[in-house]
């Protein structure tokens, strides 16, 4: 029982942690390459443990505390990332057994379609369109994404939680 | 919706109660952003849930705090006493301007009393510190640690010791969003300072700058222009230097010229920030004046009331009444 309640206020954790980072700004210049931590950490999630734990009512809440805490739009992200999960646990068996870079190609995919998505809901909402590098954080996200599944799952391992 | 997921081919595990749910949740996703982008429910919300949020954002701030006094503790001595010395050279010119401008400014007062204006040189100013944040939006908008228990409402002007910065939007408790004069939302009503043309100064969808995009062709604005806070549109005061025109190119269209500017704040790299307090002066045409009749209690008892009403609408306009049934200015003598 105890094993069970760490293992799953670690997973709270996670996604707590994911939100934090999500809000620290980072120096400006580095400004538009920032990960979108949330959906790394949901994907991890979702890849990792399916739908026992990732749900489409858990990216949902996950998506409206992110939009509560720096949002522009309230449910914006919650549609986002009910979106990225989706799509992410209905390919989760194919996604699971990918080697690395072909996993790494996948995520890049995702998170590309979740700014696409971003821009349309901006459009609608009426704000300008970003600049150019503002379609550099997928790519970073991408590049972060090998790091860190290996750094959560070897985390997972190590502290035998589920 | 009551499916349990009894799916056992899990490669293709599309279901239809699967494409049901997302579909249930990416309408509430759409139904609460038409929500919030009609009544602005974001900022209810966080105001409702404070309590959280804000310990949120402290925590979110640490890293930066951290790091700043990371860099105080491992600053080495020559660069501190540089900054010391720069700080004070500042210090004495400053103080220097102010003992010269004080007498100007106490003659302009004198004037201004001759004149029967109320406008003061005065400052009432809160100082604000920067909580290091990010608010998506691409970073034109920052929070500080003052709010609704400081006494700060929506619409207060922001500025730093260089010029404007911005306008607080939304109040949180104990901190407030201030939207920066860079925010492309934002629009300010400028004036050149060397020729007094009236302009209105946007922020850029992409850069730290501002745009000026309906300058007249026939308009003399040079780069190295000095744009300051026109006062009009009832927001900001006159008067405070909001940036430096750094380009003029015709519009496309080729109706207008077309300005960028730098802002003169420290958009991004200010830590205290100061909330005005006192606002433009009222914009429009002056309150008529009240009627100058006999006194109240010789007066019939129509127009009491129409005297006791008047002043209880006129209140918000800043100016009392009693400054209005004064004598005429004094005429100035021509030469």
Known sequence: MNRQRVSFWWFVGTLFASLLLMLIPLPHVLEPFKPYWPALVLLYWAMESGEQRVTLGLAFILGVCADMLNGVLLGEQALRLCVLAFIALRFRSRLRFFPMWQQTLAVLALLLNDRFLLLVVRAFAGESTPPALWWASPFVSGLLWPFLFLLLDDLRMRLRLQ | MALTREESSPLFAGTAAGTLRLIFYLAMAVVLMVLDHRNGWLWRMRYATAIVVEPVYRLASLPVDGMHALGVAFADRRMLTEQNQRLREDLLLANAKLNRMAAVAQQNERLKELLDTQHSLELHVQMARVVGMDLGAYRHRIMINLGARDGIKSGQPVIDAHGVMGQIIDVLPTSSAVMLVTDPDHALPVVVERTGLRTIAYGSRNGEQLALPTIPMAADVRVG????????????????PVGEITNVAPAASGMFLEAKANPSADIDRSDEVLVLHDLAEPVGPPPPPSPAGPPSDEAPAPATTATVAHPTTLAP?????????AAAPPEVPQP
Request: glycine letters at 20%; hydrophobic letters at 30%; a positive charge.
């Open chain 2, 225 to 240: 222009d000095k744009l300051l806070t026109s006062g009009l549109g009832g927001r900001f005061p006159e008067g405070f």
């Open chain 2, 317 to 325: 306009s800043g100016k009392p009444a009693s400054a209005q049934t």
